[in-house]
């Protein structure tokens, strides 16, 4: 799917020097409607914040009884004239063959305008996490933030800010955002040929975290551009692979 990132890539940059804003209050979980399996596009208040849309994929039953991973899906490149070409269901699309093997519930939330480093989108997102966290059997060290692009700028951006949530995070072509204090193993993917976003920059971003004593690992990719997005599936389905040995 193409994307068109390159709007907000501009307001990313003029903001470039700024303070990093503080922390936003979480509003308390709730519970969402539980749902079959299958994929389902969903709208909740969220207390503060407002109606969000949202897309959640729960897996079928394998009948073990034993709670099953969680995947927050941050979606691409919000094109600010057409709010709604880009969503949490384009997301999970284009992840879908490399987190199959997981096995987890997917949520997917739509940006509410701007990007994920918001504070209302950072509040609806967590809530989200911690909400389906109340209504499903879900297994609390395996909670992964995962994102591309505009969506991979929000997984630095909120896993590094929440990381008693989330105990793990796939940056997939994504600027740099957040702290370089990871407590969490990070699997970061990038092309040598993304021509949008720097390979040097999450690169440098990526060893940053390493030499704090992060568990991170840089994965290069060649021969993908930035907008071959579904391509990416396949590294994220190899991340998933370290991150089940990072678990252990």
């Not at 699309?93 to 504070?119: H, S």
């Not at 060649?222 to 997005?229: A, K, R």
């Amino acid at each position: 799917m193409r994307h068109l990132p390159l709007l907000w890539i501009a307001s990313l940059l003029l903001a470039l020097g700024c303070q990093p804003p503080g922390p936003v209050t979480i509003p308390a979980a709730g519970k969402l409607p539980k749902l079959a399996a299958g994929t389902h596009q969903e709208t909740v208040e969220v207390p503060g914040v407002g109606s969000v849309k949202y897309t959640i994929d729960i897996p079928a039953d394998d009948g073990s009884g034993r709670p099953v991973p969680l995947v927050l899906a941050l979606h691409y490149g919000y094109n600010g004239s057409v709010p709604d070409a880009y969503t949490g269901a384009g997301m999970i699309d284009d992840f879908r063959p490399g987190l199959a093997d997981l096995k987890a519930i997917v949520i997917a939330p739509d940006v509410l305008g701007g990007d994920w480093t918001d504070a209302e989108n950072e509040q609806a997102a967590v809530w989200l996490v911690q909400s389906a966290m109340q209504t499903y059997a879900v297994d609390p060290k395996r909670v992964i933030v995962t994102g591309f692009s505009m969506g991979g700028a929000g997984t630095w951006f909120i896993g590094s800010r929440h990381q008693d949530v989330f105990t793990a995070a796939i940056p997939v072509a994504a600027p740099v955002e957040g702290s370089t204090e990871w407590k969490i193993p990070v699997y970061a993917i990038h092309s040598q040929q993304d021509e949008i976003v720097s390979y040097s920059a999450a690169k440098k971003h990526a060893e940053a975290i390493k030499s704090k004593g992060g568990k991170v690992e840089f994965k290069t990719v060649s021969g993908l551009t930035h907008y071959d997005t579904g391509s990416y599936a396949g590294y994220v389905g190899e991340g998933l692979k370290w991150l089940q040995e990072q678990w252990k």
